[in-house]
């Protein structure tokens, strides 16, 4: 497809379980970014990469949290021992490059850590 | 890190009305960008926005990117029923290779 895919849409887990959320950019972006959105709030930047580096993860909230992105195009992001407070939308987007290029979002990965 | 303060945070309109909204930052940005989210989606790309002073329309959406580069608007004129969505502003902070900041968002209900 033209757009940003992500899968799966939707995920619940077990608290301490472990998960991957992919992401599949739109072909072409150098530049892919992951963001995490909680119940009425704004995107939140967690990583991003320019090509297959992580150019900026300052945004992961702790070592659980993980991304890769082997091969510069799909990204998975991976979360270890996972907590009831790791529940929100994660929302990979895309762009040209990585400066004055807009994002194009996919439609979120909706985690749910029972 | 950095915030962009968005207001209102909600609002009720009738049909046809126009609407404004805007975004302000403490810091100086790069790139203004208006998103809109509908439910179970990821945001969409409404306007983006390069440079101080520019006023940029997309069908009867127009926002500004503020002279002093840390507030920009959105306007939506004549309001229909599919307006309504949570609108978002982002930036760019000046630094460059920093992401995106976001707003917490504009609740936007259109009463018929």
């Known amino acids: 497809g033209a757009g940003v895919s992500q899968t799966p849409s939707n995920k619940v887990t077990e608290k301490g379980k472990y998960v991957e959320l992919r992401c599949d950019p739109i072909?072409?972006?150098?530049?892919l970014y992951w963001y995490r959105q909680s119940l009425g709030q704004g995107p939140e930047f967690l990583i991003y990469?320019?090509?297959?580096?992580?150019?900026?993860d300052s945004g992961l909230p702790n070592d659980r949290f993980f991304a890769v992105r082997p091969e510069g195009s799909v990204s998975t992001l991976k979360i270890q021992r996972t907590e009831r407070g790791d529940s929100a939308v994660y929302l990979c987007?895309?762009?040209?490059?990585?400066?004055?290029?807009?994002?194009?979002f996919g439609n979120g990965t909706r985690l749910t850590v029972t | 890190g950095q915030q962009l303060n968005q207001s209102p945070q909600s609002m009720f309109i009738q049909e046809g009305e126009d609407v404004s909204m805007n975004c302000t930052s403490s810091s100086i940005f790069n790139t203004w960008l208006w998103y809109k989210q509908d439910p179970g989606e990821g945001p969409v790309l409404l306007i983006a926005l390069y440079k101080a002073g520019e006023l940029t329309s997309n069908g009867r959406l127009t926002a500004q990117f503020g002279i002093t580069r840390k507030d920009s608007f959105l306007n939506i004129s004549a309001s229909i029923p599919s307006d309504v969505g949570i609108y978002f502003c982002?930036?760019?902070?000046?630094?460059?290779?920093?992401?995106?900041?976001f707003g917490k968002g504009t609740r936007l209900s259109v009463i018929a």
């Open positions: 987007a895309s762009s040209l490059m990585a400066v004055n290029s807009p994002l194009h």
């Open positions: 990469f320019q090509g297959t580096g992580a150019a900026d």
């Open positions: 072909s072409g972006h150098t530049a």
């Open positions: 982002a930036g760019q902070p000046i630094s460059g290779n920093t992401p995106l900041v």
